[in-house]
């Protein structure tokens, strides 16, 4: 089980294109604080987790120390299995979606590490003309 949980509709929206890009993921889940009322998302995603043995858990959030990265800190005091990963991007994401149960996510957050690049740099490194791209 993979959580998205965002300040605004970030989660909603990896979830998404995450699906537009694999086809449906039964257990891809996202949780956006801050829209329609709704400040916590703590509860939420401890309804969800709550009773979860038999398969991993991975909670990602969007920046660290952030107010949802926090809350979800808390529930690590309850739910001591789950796996909690802030800086959440696309390829972070689709990795994780492949990985076995039993891999080592390290990996999964290495790839996500390294689809920070940028290409002005990567041009200029790379001697490459317009006509060459």
């Given amino acids: 089980m993979i959580i998205l949980a965002s300040h605004g509709k970030l989660s909603e929206g990896m979830k998404h294109t995450v699906e537009m890009i694999t086809g449906s993921q039964p257990n891809l889940f996202a949780f956006s604080a801050y829209c329609n009322g709704i400040e916590s998302i703590k509860d939420s995603v401890k309804e969800k987790i709550k009773g979860v043995t038999d398969e991993r858990i991975i909670i990602l959030t969007d920046i660290l120390g952030g107010s949802v990265n926090t809350e979800m800190t808390e529930l690590l005091l309850d739910f001591p299995k789950v796996q909690l990963i802030t800086g959440m991007n696309l390829p972070l994401i689709l990795t994780l979606l492949t990985l076995s149960e039993e891999a080592d ?29």
């Fill in 105 to 133: 996510i390290t990996d999964a957050i290495n790839e996500g590490k390294n689809s920070l690049i940028s290409i002005n740099q990567l041009i200029e490194d790379s001697n490459l003309e317009d006509d060459d791209l």
